[in-house]
């Protein structure tokens, strides 16, 4: 099992970045897919998920500015980020549970001017 991140950087507020996400080693089409954020001195806490069938869910701190999709051919989920602003800034996590927590190694956004 492997999720690998990437798309993070440094972006003003106001800006946007999309984060990937690539799976591989399991049934990636059969599972619900979430990307989690970890702060500075924070709790990890969950930003958006979405299902099998596509439905999404978000945290009301992201909700209007983030969406989150996958492609199941692809093996990948993505989270596209708008209007980033500093309390965004974090270590963004990709994760799915089959009987426990599967991680990636997380990709860091940073926004500030």
């Known amino acids: 099992v492997q999720l690998v991140e990437s798309g993070g950087g440094l972006v003003q507020p106001g800006g946007s970045l999309r984060l990937s996400c690539s799976a591989s080693?399991?049934?990636?089409?059969?599972?619900?897919m979430k990307w989690h954020r970890e702060a500075p001195g924070k709790q990890r806490e969950l930003v958006a998920a979405?299902?099998?069938?596509?439905?999404?869910d978000y945290a009301d701190s992201v909700k209007g500015r983030f969406t989150i999709s996958r492609d199941n051919a692809k093996n990948m989920v993505y989270l596209q980020m708008n209007s980033l602003k500093p309390e965004d800034t974090a270590v963004y996590y990709c994760?799915?549970?089959?009987?426990?927590?599967?991680w990636g190694r997380g990709t860091q956004v940073t926004v500030s001017s």
């Open positions: 979405i299902t099998n069938g596509g439905k999404t």
């Open positions: 080693g399991f049934m990636f089409r059969l599972l619900t």
């Open positions: 994760n799915f549970n089959l009987g426990r927590d599967y």
